[in-house]
């Protein structure tokens, strides 16, 4: 029997929650979001920038604050052209259209992995940079003399979210779903009410912009207020860090996803838009000044509704909601960077295990990863929002640009191909041209004051990413030579050239784990045959397939893999009979590759008393940390769990030389 749960795993699953039933047909419908539940999990990422995008191209303007208005109008043109654009992009990757994807398809695997590298780190950065900007929000109302409490709440609810999603994405955004609203309601009364209040005096705000404007040309001129305007503007590139996310987040959107995606784009472009271009507007308008420690939004409520009763109670509502929905928005790393994280596994630029799912159908590895990068940027730069902002919109116009300029080749080589391809080209190429001035622009401004901490990890992310590449394909010619070294066995679609024999329980068996048929599990398979001449009477083949994130696409992905796994096996029981010897297979599914094949050889121990177990393990000449962390320990680990239940497990060693090890 199973060893019964130690006081650890009843408090781990306390936290986390029960594993998912695979067997449930409507798993993945109940794990998928609907359009709006879409917009509170992945497109609360960009409405909550506006709570630190305008603020930061505000206070650029300095004096010229008469720009704000031409500066709103510009801001919410470039929301909704970047959203128009990532539309389009949904509608030709309707698995998931995210800068990783994207680049590698449509510009090959090198463009994709810095496209991919730029997103992970940007992702550390959407987690650090909204709960950083979420405790200024808190501390803006909250006295003073608490303001050495705000960097262990923020480290707190970085915490706090690294379990919630560990538990499940649609959990966590229910969760937070109630915040979403609140943001919405307090921030139209804001922008609505800072309008209509001013709307008396708006016919005088223009004209006293307007004669700021021609004052700023006779003192600057075009080029001095230009560089004022296109300075502000780009270090306001905060303001569209989060329209990505949406267009990467479609695996976990409801059927049919391209609607679903679509619309939650609209969702999140409209909202966006409307509140950054209405809250800068608002600072015009209301004349608002920085003060020292609070926010531009802070000083605006309380200008706005200080004076009018429960104005304070407002004040502080308003501003715990927009602290509340950066806590929301911190979401969009948790779910967008794992998927990343594992999309870049599955095609081997970082190790494995970072593509598998827990019992929860979590990336749990990228998530904790994500969370622990996250505290350590929170903990490098104080939690000030200013430098992570600065770190952040660099990654973001990386993959930006990237994208467009991937969509815009790919309308000029489909041009005679589709009748749209002029308004999808113009529409491109303007996107792109946008994207990367914001970061050419932000880079220069912006490199000796943080940005280029972000540029060097980066770097130093996508030259790791091309060294477990260059290590997997090592290995992977490694066994292509073991399989090559085999000559003349039967190939997996080939007929056995006898019925099977009969298994007999009461014989000496020898239960071998496989995985994928290959030079691996062949090699293993001869050599506990030649170590052990005449003793087994019995062979059966154990694999468990194993639902990782490259597998868990749909309701139909389990019965796909079953039928793969059912195929495999039935590969190696050919062999078997080929060589005259009794075989039959055994298989489970699951997440958690040593949990379910630890069940799955007790079983079949009760089944067959006299089994001894066998795995297949890669040993290197020269093992190192780094041969550890790229190459799972799953036989060892199985067998100290199959040991503890006093059965016997082999790992039957496949030699990798130097020549490999130096590689």
Same mark, same amino acid.
């Given at each position: 029997?199973?060893?019964?749960?130690?006081?650890?795993?009843?408090?781990?699953?306390?936290?986390?929650?029960?594993?998912?039933?695979?067997?449930?047909?409507?798993?993945?419908?109940?794990?998928?979001?609907?359009?709006?539940?879409?917009?509170?999990?992945?497109?609360?990422?960009?409405?909550?920038?506006?709570?630190?995008?305008?603020?930061?191209?505000?206070?650029?303007?300095?004096?010229?604050?008469?720009?704000?208005?031409?500066?709103?109008?510009?801001?919410?043109?470039?929301?909704?052209?970047?959203?128009?654009?990532?539309?389009?992009?949904?509608? =030709?990757?309707?698995?998931?259209?995210?800068?990783?994807?994207?680049?590698?398809?449509?510009?090959? =695997?090198?463009?994709?992995?810095?496209?991919?590298?730029?997103?992970?780190?940007?992702?550390?950065? &959407?987690?650090?940079?909204?709960?950083?900007?979420?405790?200024?929000?808190?501390?803006?109302?909250?006295?003073?003399?608490?303001?050495?409490?705000?960097?262990?709440?923020?480290?707190?609810?970085?915490?706090?979210?690294?379990?919630?999603?560990?538990?499940?994405?649609?959990?966590?955004?229910?969760?937070?779903?109630?915040?979403?609203? +609140?943001?919405?309601? &307090?921030?139209?009364?804001?922008?609505?009410?800072?309008? #209509?209040?001013?709307?008396?005096?708006?016919?005088?705000?223009?004209?006293?912009?307007?004669?700021?404007?021609?004052?700023?040309?006779?003192?600057?001129?075009?080029?001095?207020?230009?560089?004022?305007?296109?300075?502000?503007?780009?270090?306001?590139?905060?303001?569209?860090?989060?329209?990505?996310?949406?267009?990467?987040?479609?695996?976990?959107?409801?059927?049919?996803?391209?609607?679903?995606?679509?619309?939650?784009?609209?969702?999140?472009?409209?909202?966006?838009?409307?509140?950054?271009?209405?809250?800068?507007?608002?600072? +015009?308008?209301?004349?608002?000044?920085?003060?020292?420690?609070?926010?531009?939004?802070?000083?605006?409520? =309380?200008?706005?509704?200080?004076?009018?009763?429960?104005?304070?109670?407002?004040?502080?509502?308003?501003?715990?909601?927009?602290?509340?929905?950066?806590?929301?928005?911190?979401?969009?790393?948790?779910?967008?960077?794992?998927?990343?994280?594992?999309?870049?596994?599955?095609?081997?630029?970082?190790?494995?295990?970072?593509?598998?799912?827990?019992?929860?159908?979590?990336?749990?590895?990228?998530?904790?990863?994500?969370?622990?990068?996250?505290?350590?940027?929170?903990?490098?730069?104080?939690?000030?929002?200013?430098?992570?902002?600065?770190?952040?919109?660099?990654?973001?116009?990386?993959?930006?640009?990237?994208?467009?300029?991937?969509?815009?080749?790919?309308?000029?080589?489909?041009?005679?191909?589709?009748?749209?391809?002029?308004?999808?080209?113009?529409?491109?190429?303007?996107?792109?041209?946008?994207?990367?001035?914001?970061?050419?622009?932000?880079?220069?401004?912006?490199?000796?004051?943080?940005?280029?901490?972000?540029?060097?990890?980066?770097?130093?992310?996508?030259?790791?990413?091309?060294?477990?590449?260059?290590?997997?394909?090592?290995?992977?010619?490694?066994?292509?030579?073991?399989?090559?070294?085999?000559?003349?066995?039967?190939?997996?679609?080939?007929?056995?050239?006898?019925?099977?024999?009969?298994?007999?329980?009461?014989?000496?068996?020898?239960?071998?784990?496989?995985?994928?048929?290959?030079?691996?599990?062949?090699?293993?398979? #001869?050599?506990?045959?030649?170590?052990?001449?005449?003793?087994?009477?019995?062979?059966?083949?154990?694999?468990?397939?194993?639902?990782?994130?490259?597998?868990?696409?749909?309701?139909?992905?389990?019965?796909?893999?079953?039928?793969?796994?059912?195929?495999?096996?039935?590969?190696?029981?050919? #062999?078997?009979?080929?060589?005259?010897?009794?075989?039959?297979?055994?298989?489970?599914?699951?997440?958690?590759?040593?949990?379910?094949? =630890?069940?799955?050889?007790?079983?079949?121990?009760?089944?067959?008393?006299?089994?001894?177990?066998?795995?297949?393990?890669?040993?290197?000449?020269?093992?190192?940390?780094?041969?550890?962390?790229?190459?799972?320990?799953?036989?060892?680990?199985?067998?100290?769990?199959?040991?503890?239940?006093?059965?016997?497990?082999?790992?039957?060693?496949?030699?990798?030389?130097?020549?490999?090890?130096?590689?």
């Amino acid at each position: 029997m199973p060893s019964r749960p130690t006081a650890a795993h009843r408090l781990r699953r306390a936290i986390f929650g029960p594993p998912r039933d695979l067997a449930d047909h409507r798993l993945f419908h109940r794990l998928s979001l609907i359009p709006f539940l879409a917009w509170v999990g992945l497109g609360a990422d960009g409405l909550s920038s506006s709570s630190y995008g305008p603020d930061e191209a505000f206070r650029a303007l300095g004096r010229h604050t008469y720009l704000a208005l031409a500066l709103s109008v510009l801001m919410a043109s470039t929301v909704l052209l970047i959203s128009a654009a990532y539309r389009r992009i949904i509608e =030709e990757f309707p698995s998931g259209g995210g800068g990783y994807v994207v680049a590698t398809k449509l510009l090959g =695997e090198r463009a994709g992995v810095i496209s991919g590298s730029a997103l992970l780190v940007d992702y550390v950065l &959407t987690i650090t940079t909204s709960l950083a900007a979420a405790g200024d929000a808190l501390f803006s109302f909250l006295p003073p003399a608490w303001a050495g409490a705000r960097l262990p709440t923020e480290i707190g609810l970085t915490l706090l979210l690294t379990a919630m999603n560990i538990r499940g994405v649609r959990e966590s955004v229910l969760a937070l779903l109630p915040v979403f609203i +609140l943001f919405l309601v &307090t921030h139209l009364l804001v922008i609505g009410g800072g309008v #209509l209040g001013h709307l008396p005096q708006l016919s005088t705000t223009l004209h006293q912009a307007g004669q700021g404007y021609r004052e700023g040309l006779s003192t600057l001129g075009v080029t001095g207020l230009l560089l004022i305007f296109v300075r502000a503007y780009s270090l306001g590139g905060g303001t569209y860090t989060g329209i990505e996310a949406v267009s990467n987040g479609l695996p976990i959107m409801r059927e049919p996803r391209v609607r679903t995606g679509k619309r939650t784009m609209v969702y999140m472009a409209a909202s966006l838009a409307f509140t950054a271009s209405g809250l800068l507007l608002c600072y +015009l308008l209301w004349q608002v000044t920085p003060v020292e420690g609070r926010t531009m939004n802070a000083v605006l409520v =309380e200008r706005l509704a200080g004076g009018l009763p429960g104005g304070n109670a407002f004040l502080v509502l308003t501003l715990l909601s927009e602290a509340t929905l950066l806590i929301v928005a911190a979401q969009a790393g948790f779910l967008d960077g794992p998927r990343v994280l594992a999309n870049m596994a599955v095609d081997s630029w970082v190790p494995h295990r970072f593509a598998a799912l827990s019992e929860r159908l979590t990336t749990q590895n990228g998530i904790v990863l994500m969370g622990g990068a996250a505290l350590a940027a929170l903990l490098y730069t104080g939690g000030q929002v200013s430098h992570l902002v600065v770190m952040y919109s660099i990654n973001v116009f990386v993959t930006f640009s990237l994208s467009m300029f991937a969509m815009l080749r790919f309308w000029i080589r489909h041009r005679r191909e589709r009748r749209e391809w002029r308004t999808r080209l113009a529409l491109f190429a303007a996107a792109f041209l946008l994207c990367a001035t914001i970061l050419a622009i932000t880079v220069f401004e912006k490199f000796a004051e943080g940005g280029w901490v972000t540029m060097v990890v980066t770097a130093l992310l996508i030259a790791a990413c091309f060294a477990v590449r260059r290590h997997y394909r090592a290995a992977r010619a490694t066994v292509d030579a073991l399989y090559r070294e085999l000559g003349e066995l039967p190939e997996a679609s080939g007929a056995p050239a006898a019925a099977p024999r009969p298994v007999d329980p009461s014989r000496p068996t020898a239960a071998i784990l496989v995985n994928g048929f290959g030079g691996v599990g062949i090699h293993t398979v #001869l050599n506990v045959l030649r170590s052990f001449p005449g003793h087994f009477g019995n062979v059966v083949f154990l694999s468990v397939a194993v639902i990782d994130s490259g597998e868990f696409k749909g309701a139909d992905a389990l019965a796909e893999l079953t039928a793969r796994t059912t195929a495999m096996l039935a590969s190696y029981q050919a #062999l078997a009979t080929r060589l005259g010897i009794a075989a039959t297979t055994r298989m489970a599914v699951g997440t958690e590759v040593v949990t379910e094949a =630890e069940g799955l050889c007790l079983a079949v121990a009760r089944e067959f008393p006299r089994t001894t177990f066998f795995a297949g393990k890669l040993i290197f000449a020269r093992e190192t940390l780094w041969h550890r962390l790229l190459h799972n320990e799953t036989p060892l680990a199985i067998q100290q769990r199959l040991q503890w239940a006093g059965r016997t497990m082999v790992t039957v060693p496949i030699r990798v030389g130097d020549s490999y090890a130096r590689r």
